[in-house]
Each structure stands twice: as structure tokens, then as C-alpha cells.
């Protein structure tokens, strides 16, 4: 109730009875009543807003009120609360996406979001027939021209759509014999020089006698050169001193066309 009044000194207690029993009143039900009081106001004082079911204390005569208790919610002691302080999880601690040292929150369907890191060595524990989104039918990739099983194949095999291997057939020639120095190697009918490769050897490097002239200075005596150039003509010569310088001879060729 808010009956409080103030008492004139001059009045005598006979004749105070009844306010005092409404002051004394006021203040036990600590100024109860849907709103503040806006009379006999003393800083300090409380009011029960039974309207709001909370305790308020007036703070200044501004008048300021602040709510010190709410009756509709359970009273718990500072040691109660800084108990469950310690072991509460720290909002920022909780993400949705995978975040290092961080607590990965569950979405609407109470699931791990898709995106998160994993050993894959322990999926050999999950059975086939519980791997969801699997497809009903493992289709090897399409093998084509160009692509076989999903790997590129190189040039000389083919490919057709029922994946078939082929090897493409390439046309070889091959010419074999011996040629004089200073002649040029034969080209294998239907031929390029770019689609060639060839070799030589010695086969007779020269047909004349000779003897090691032992007396006099140091010089070279005897000396074969065999090689084909870039464009097949051949070199087969020996260096003989005695004889005057360089003897002509004959080289072995193989050469090899592929297209």
C-alpha cells in the first residue's frame, strides 16, 4: 500500500493512531502498488511494483527508481554464478565453418556441416550400404579418340567408343649398304630426308701398301675419319704419311625412314 503521510509534531499520538498504522504499513509492504509512489519520497526507499512483480529503490528525487530484485526469477548467490562462469563455453568459441581450436556447431539438422576436414583412413569402418548419396552405378569414364579410361593417350594408338585399343601402323623403310667416300646415302622409296635417320662405318679404308717410316721426327702416320653429314654424304678417308696424305675408302651405311 502507499498511504504513508507525514505527521504534524504538533499532533498528539491519540490522535495519530491511524496514520501511524498506515505509515508503518506503507513501509512494511514496502510501498507496494502498480505504479511509484510520488509523494513523501526519501532516497533509499523501496517500492514493490506488484503490477511488474519486481523491487525497485529509489536512487536520487529526480526521482530515479532502479530494479534491484525480480521476483519472477530465481535468486542464485555470486559464488552459484561465478561458478558457472568458469565452465561456460565462450561465445566466440562457437563457429559454423571449420576453424582451428574452435567448436563446430551443428546445423538445423542437427549435422556436422559439409565442409570439414577428416582422416579418410577411418572410413574403411563405414559399411557400403550406410554411405549415403553413393550412385546406384559406377560408369567408368567415356574412352574416346583422344582419351582412354580417363588418361590421355599419346600418338600411335587410337581409341574407338567401345574402347577399343588400336595401334595406329606407321610405314617403315630400311636401305642397307656400303658407298664410296664423298657419296651421298640413298633415301628408302617414298622417303624424306626429315623422316630418316642413318649411321656409318668403316668398311675398307684404303687399298694401297705402306710401311712405318721409322727415322726422322715425330709425325702422324695413320689417321680414319668415317661420318655421314646432315645431308647423307658420307666421309671415308684414312691420312697415311708414307703414302702422301689422305687414301679414299668405302663405309657400311643403314638408314631408316619411318612416316
Given at each position: 500500500?502507499?498511504n504513508?503521510?507525514?505527521?504534524?509534531?504538533?499532533?498528539?499520538?491519540?490522535?495519530?493512531?491511524?496514520?501511524?498504522?498506515?505509515?508503518?504499513?506503507?513501509?512494511?509492504?514496502?510501498?507496494?502498488?502498480?505504479?511509484?509512489?510520488?509523494?513523501?519520497l526519501?532516497?533509499?526507499?523501496?517500492?514493490?511494483?506488484?503490477?511488474?512483480?519486481?523491487?525497485?529503490?529509489l536512487?536520487?528525487?529526480?526521482?530515479?527508481?532502479?530494479?534491484?530484485?525480480?521476483?519472477?526469477?530465481?535468486?542464485?548467490?555470486?559464488?552459484?554464478?561465478?561458478?558457472?562462469?568458469?565452465?561456460?563455453?565462450?561465445?566466440?568459441?562457437?563457429?559454423?565453418?571449420?576453424?582451428?581450436?574452435?567448436?563446430?556447431?551443428?546445423?538445423?539438422?542437427?549435422?556436422?556441416?559439409?565442409?570439414?576436414?577428416?582422416?579418410?583412413?577411418?572410413?574403411s569402418?563405414?559399411?557400403?550400404?550406410?554411405?549415403?548419396?553413393?550412385?546406384?552405378?559406377l560408369?567408368?569414364?567415356?574412352?574416346?579418340?583422344?582419351?582412354?579410361?580417363?588418361?590421355?593417350?599419346?600418338?600411335?594408338?587410337?581409341?574407338?567408343?567401345?574402347?577399343?585399343?588400336?595401334?595406329?601402323?606407321?610405314?617403315?623403310?630400311?636401305?642397307?649398304?656400303?658407298?664410296?667416300?664423298?657419296?651421298?646415302?640413298?633415301?628408302?622409296?617414298?622417303f624424306?630426308?626429315?623422316?630418316?635417320?642413318?649411321?656409318?662405318?668403316?668398311?675398307?679404308?684404303?687399298?694401297?701398301?705402306?710401311?712405318v717410316?721409322?727415322?726422322?721426327?715425330?709425325?702422324?702416320?695413320?689417321?680414319?675419319?668415317?661420318?655421314?653429314?646432315?645431308?647423307?654424304?658420307?666421309?671415308?678417308?684414312?691420312?697415311?704419311?708414307?703414302?702422301?696424305?689422305?687414301?679414299?675408302?668405302?663405309?657400311?651405311?643403314?638408314?631408316?625412314?619411318?612416316?
Amino acid at each position: 500500500m502507499q498511504n504513508f503521510v507525514d505527521i504534524p509534531s504538533t499532533r498528539t499520538l491519540t490522535n495519530s493512531r491511524e496514520e501511524l498504522l498506515n505509515n508503518d504499513k506503507t513501509i512494511l509492504s514496502c510501498s507496494s502498488g502498480t505504479s511509484f509512489p510520488t509523494t513523501n519520497l526519501e532516497q533509499g526507499m523501496l517500492c514493490l511494483r506488484t503490477d511488474l512483480n519486481q523491487l525497485f529503490q529509489l536512487m536520487d528525487m529526480t526521482p530515479t527508481w532502479k530494479m534491484i530484485f525480480d521476483l519472477s526469477k530465481t535468486a542464485v548467490s555470486k559464488e552459484y554464478v561465478d561458478q558457472q562462469d568458469a565452465t561456460k563455453v565462450n561465445a566466440s568459441s562457437v563457429v559454423t565453418v571449420a576453424t582451428a581450436n574452435k567448436i563446430l556447431q551443428l546445423d538445423t539438422n542437427g549435422n556436422l556441416p559439409a565442409n570439414i576436414t577428416g582422416n579418410a583412413a577411418t572410413a574403411s569402418a563405414v559399411a557400403w550400404s550406410n554411405v549415403t548419396g553413393k550412385p546406384a552405378n559406377l560408369t567408368p569414364p567415356v574412352a574416346t579418340s583422344s582419351i582412354l579410361g580417363g588418361v590421355m593417350i599419346g600418338s600411335g594408338v587410337s581409341v574407338d567408343a567401345n574402347g577399343v585399343i588400336s595401334v595406329v601402323s606407321k610405314d617403315v623403310g630400311v636401305l642397307a649398304g656400303v658407298i664410296s667416300h664423298g657419296g651421298t646415302i640413298p633415301l628408302p622409296t617414298g622417303f624424306t630426308q626429315a623422316q630418316c635417320c642413318w649411321i656409318v662405318s668403316m668398311n675398307t679404308d684404303h687399298t694401297d701398301s705402306w710401311d712405318v717410316y721409322e727415322g726422322g721426327p715425330a709425325y702422324i702416320h695413320y689417321r680414319s675419319v668415317c661420318a655421314a653429314d646432315a645431308n647423307r654424304v658420307v666421309t671415308a678417308q684414312t691420312y697415311i704419311y708414307e703414302l702422301g696424305g689422305w687414301r679414299n675408302g668405302t663405309a657400311n651405311y643403314l638408314i631408316i625412314g619411318v612416316k
